[in-house]
């Protein structure tokens, strides 16, 4: 984010000292790192195939 924000001339959105707590993680509420692909997608997740026929009985 930062070298996007300096390409673009724009102030970098962290500081160095920001950069430094999500290195050595000593404040993993504020700062916290996270690979957020590996948390989400999971290697296995459960999952479930359901079918459902339903059918009207014809009257005479």
């Not at 984010?1 to 959105?13: F, I, S």
């Not at 359901?50 to 059918?55: C, E, K, L, P, R």
Request: proline share 5%.
């Amino acid at each position: 984010m930062n070298e996007a924000y300096k390409n673009d001339g724009l102030t970098p959105l962290f500081t160095d000292a920001d950069l430094e707590l999500f290195r050595n993680g000593k404040d993993p509420y504020g700062h916290p790192n996270i690979n957020w692909y590996e948390t989400v997608f999971k290697k296995f997740a459960q999952q479930a195939n359901t079918n459902v026929d339903i059918s009207e009985e014809q009257r005479r």
